[in-house]
Structure formats: structure tokens, C-alpha cells
């Protein structure tokens, strides 16, 4: 059984700009979530996606988005970067009907 | 309401003690409440997990404890190990899927 992935490990993006980052789900999972963690930080959920369709939104803007694909893996989009945007990234996946989530390591992402 | 409050912010156990993690909550839609514990570098990962009609559930040397009435409940870590330190985190789920984390503890046992 393969775990939660995500790639890449680290990224480095300056003011303005647009990152993508990808999640691949857990064997048997069809659920993705996304979550914000700050330095210090409990993390802060952004959004969910069951479905390929968001199913759940936290206090985020809209230059944040993502995508599920037919296979459960998902992408979350960030438009416009900020500084305040620089966090380690976390995607977890779960069965639909199941509370329990399985995190991947994260994409730490700098904006510069 | 949407807030899970933890405490406290760092913890330094002596090996063999007993660790205590308390977190509280407003909003009486939660229905499921997870613990996570996270390595540097690493993704949270699910230690154990309780639903609020439990008072109590322990899972090896992990327990919660869960008061409904009083919206808290707490992680103990029985026989602490240096290889328990790490951060760990409350959190709280509600409509199945929308999780709010506590700000985390960072817990250290002397060996």
C-alpha cells in the first residue's frame, strides 16, 4: 500500500508569481484535502475535494485553487503569490465516509 | 467558535513520566477529535482519536480523556520516551470533514 505523496519537496518562488504543487492519494482513498501550515503553526485547512469537486472550503482567498483528477490525485493552485504565503504545504487523503486522514511530508514553499 | 485553544505551548517530561496535552472547544458541531503527532519535516501523522459520546479511549501507552460538558479534552502519553518528542496536535472535525487544528505542543522528554 503506497502512502500519501507529494511533490515537490521544496520549492523557492518569488512575489507575483504562480505555483502548482501535486498530491497523489493513499491506495483506496478518494478524498484530497489541503492544509496551510505556518512555522510554528498548527496547520489551517484550505480545502477539500471529493469527486473532482471542491467539497469544503477554509478561510482562504480564491487565488487559491485546486483540481482532483479520475485517479484521486489533486493539485492545488496559488495565483499570485504573497510573502505571507510561505509555509510547508500539506495534502491528506481519506475514504469518504472515514474521519481519518493520512498526510503526505509536505511541499515547503518559500516566496521571495 | 471555530477555534480549538491548546495548551500548553512546549512540555519537558523526564523519560518514564507522564505527559499532558489539554485542548478545549467552542462549537458543538465537532464531532470526531483527532490527536496528530509531527516530526520535523514530516507530515502529521494520527495517533489516536476519539468521538464525543467516549469519555475515555487508550490506545497502548496513549489515552484521551473527553468531557463533553465542559467542551475539553487531553492527550495523556504514559511512560514518556525520548522518541515520544515531537509536536503534537489537537484538532477537531466537523460535517466529516472540515478539521481545525490546535497551535500544537512541542513536547520534550529528557532522557
Known amino acids: 500500500e503506497t502512502g500519501v505523496t507529494q511533490s515537490p519537496t521544496h520549492l523557492i518562488k518569488t512575489r507575483g508569481q504562480q505555483v502548482t504543487l501535486r498530491c497523489s492519494s493513499q491506495?483506496?482513498?478518494?478524498?484530497v484535502s489541503w492544509y496551510q501550515q505556518a512555522l510554528g503553526q498548527g496547520p489551517q485547512f484550505i480545502f477539500q475535494?471529493?469527486?473532482?469537486?471542491?467539497?469544503g472550503r477554509g478561510n482562504f482567498p480564491p487565488r487559491f485553487s485546486g483540481l482532483q483528477f479520475p485517479n484521486y490525485s489533486s493539485e492545488l493552485n496559488v495565483n499570485a503569490l504573497e510573502l505571507d504565503d510561505s509555509a510547508l504545504y500539506l495534502c491528506?487523503?481519506?475514504?469518504?465516509?472515514?474521519?481519518?486522514?493520512?498526510f503526505g511530508p509536505g511541499t515547503r514553499l518559500t516566496v521571495l | 467558535q471555530q477555534q480549538v485553544k491548546q495548551s500548553p505551548q512546549s512540555l519537558i517530561v523526564q523519560k518514564g513520566g507522564i505527559s499532558i496535552i489539554n485542548c478545549a472547544y467552542e462549537n458543538t458541531a465537532f464531532d470526531y477529535f483527532p490527536w496528530y503527532q509531527q516530526f520535523p519535516g514530516k507530515g502529521p501523522a494520527l495517533l489516536i482519536a476519539i468521538r464525543p459520546d467516549v469519555s475515555e479511549k487508550k490506545e497502548g501507552r496513549f489515552t484521551i480523556s473527553f468531557n463533553k460538558s465542559a467542551k475539553q479534552f487531553s492527550l495523556h502519553i504514559m511512560d514518556s520516551q525520548p522518541g515520544d518528542s515531537a509536536t503534537y496536535f489537537c484538532a477537531a472535525v466537523t460535517g466529516g470533514f472540515k478539521t481545525i487544528f490546535g497551535a500544537g505542543t512541542r513536547l520534550f522528554v529528557k532522557a
Open positions: 491506495s483506496g482513498h478518494n478524498t
Open positions: 475535494y471529493y469527486r473532482e469537486e471542491e467539497n
Open positions: 491528506a487523503s481519506s475514504q469518504r465516509q472515514h474521519n481519518e486522514q493520512f
